[in-house]
C-alpha cells in the first residue's frame, strides 16, 4: 500500500482501494462498440468513454482519491493544483463536495469553457503565461502562502491510483465479456491515467499491449521511452490537444511507462479533428481534442492495431469549447 503518495508506485492493491474510496462518487463508465469503427480499422474495437465521467473526463477519480485523504486538520487551509482545464474541473468538484476552498492555477489560453467551468464549481483561478511562467512555481508560492494541500496532476501515486480505476473497471468488464484485448491505446500527457491504467492490466491482463497516444510535437512519453530517459518537450510548441500538453512525463507515471509500454503514435492536429468529426457522426459521442487522440492513432494506424486483435481505446475527455467542436464536426469523418 503507498505510505508517501510522491515516492511510491500504486499497485493493484492500492488501485482497489480506490474503487472502493470512489464508490458513489464517480461513474463506472461502460465499454461500448460501434459496428462502424469496427468496420474501418479491421477488428474489434471496445471504447472506454470517459467523456461520459463527471467532470467530463476521468480527472475526477485521482482528484477524489487524493483529496479524500486530506487530513481533516489541513482541510480548513484548502488545496492548490495547477491544470490546463480536466483536472481543474476534478480537484473544483472535489473540493466543492467536501467543503474545501480550492485555487486552480491555469493557462491564460486554456479554452474559456474549462475556466469557466472551475469557477462555477467554486475555485479560485490564477492564470498564467504557460509559455514565461512556471505553474509548479505559482502553486508553490500559494501553497507557502496559504498552507493549502497540492494537489498535483499526475506525480502522486495516490492520483495514479485514481486514474487507474478506469483500467480497473474495463478489465474487469472485459472479463465478464470473454473478451482479451490485445492492446489498449491510453492518451497520454504528464501518465497519470496511462501509467494507473497499465498497472491495472499489468496485473489483470499481462497479455495486452499498452500503447501511448500523443499529439505530434508534444510526443514527450514516446521519445523518452525511446531514449529511456525522461525527454522534454520544446517549449513554445502549440497543439490543439490543450488537456495533453505537460512539458515532460512524470517521474512517478515513467517509471511505470518503463516496464509496461510497448510504444506509441502521436496525432497530428488534422488527426484529431477527424477523430473528433468520426466520434461525433458515428459514435454519437462528443470528444476533445486531447480526449480523441486514442481514436486518432487507431484510425491512423489501423492495420498495425488490427493485426493484433481486440483493442480497447480510452476517451479521456470531452470538455470542448463550441468553437472548436463547430471546426471538427465540419470535417467529413475518417472511411
Not at 469557477?119 to 512556471?134: H, I, N, Q
Request: glycine share 10%; aromatic share 6%; hydrophobic share 45%.
Amino acid at each position: 500500500m503507498i505510505t508517501d503518495p510522491l515516492a511510491d508506485l500504486p499497485t493493484l492493491e492500492d488501485i482497489e482501494d480506490a474503487a472502493a474510496r470512489l464508490q458513489g462518487i464517480t461513474v463506472h463508465t461502460p465499454l461500448l462498440r460501434n459496428e462502424a469503427l469496427d468496420a474501418v480499422v479491421g477488428a474489434p474495437v471496445w471504447i472506454k468513454p470517459e467523456t461520459l465521467q463527471r467532470t467530463g473526463s476521468f480527472k475526477m477519480r485521482g482528484a477524489w482519491n487524493r483529496i479524500s485523504r486530506i487530513l481533516e486538520a489541513d482541510r480548513p487551509r484548502g488545496v492548490v493544483a495547477f491544470s490546463s482545464g480536466n483536472h481543474a474541473q476534478g480537484v473544483a468538484e472535489s473540493a466543492n463536495i467536501l467543503g474545501l476552498k480550492a485555487t486552480i492555477v491555469m493557462p491564460a489560453d486554456a479554452p474559456r469553457a474549462k475556466i469557466e467551468a472551475a469557477r462555477g464549481r467554486g475555485a479560485t483561478v490564477r492564470l498564467y503565461d504557460r509559455v514565461k511562467e512556471s505553474r509548479e512555481g505559482i502553486a508553490a508560492e500559494i501553497a507557502a502562502q496559504t498552507g493549502a494541500t497540492t494537489i498535483r496532476p499526475f506525480d502522486d501515486a495516490w492520483i495514479m491510483a485514481g486514474q487507474g480505476t478506469a483500467g480497473l473497471e474495463a478489465a474487469t468488464d472485459a472479463k465478464r465479456k470473454g473478451v482479451a484485448f490485445g492492446s489498449l491505446i491510453c492518451n497520454a500527457s504528464g501518465g497519470g491515467l496511462l501509467s494507473g491504467i497499465a498497472t491495472a492490466f499489468e496485473a489483470l491482463s499481462p497479455e495486452t499491449e499498452v500503447w501511448a497516444a500523443e499529439p505530434a510535437g508534444h510526443d514527450d512519453t514516446i521519445r523518452s521511452l525511446a531514449a529511456g530517459r525522461i525527454v522534454s518537450n520544446d517549449p513554445g510548441y502549440r497543439s490543439i490537444a490543450d488537456a495533453l500538453l505537460t512539458p515532460e512525463p512524470g517521474v512517478l507515471p515513467f517509471e511505470v511507462h518503463k516496464r509496461r509500454l510497448k510504444g506509441g503514435f502521436a496525432a497530428t492536429n488534422d488527426e484529431l479533428l477527424d477523430a473528433m468529426s468520426f466520434a461525433f457522426h458515428h459514435l454519437k459521442l462528443v470528444v476533445e481534442p486531447g480526449g480523441a487522440c486514442s481514436l486518432a492513432v487507431l484510425l491512423n494506424n489501423r492495420a498495425h492495431f488490427a493485426a493484433r486483435g481486440p483493442v480497447l481505446i480510452i476517451l479521456s475527455g470531452g470538455n470542448v469549447d463550441a468553437d472548436m467542436f463547430t471546426q471538427a464536426i465540419r470535417r467529413t469523418p475518417p472511411a
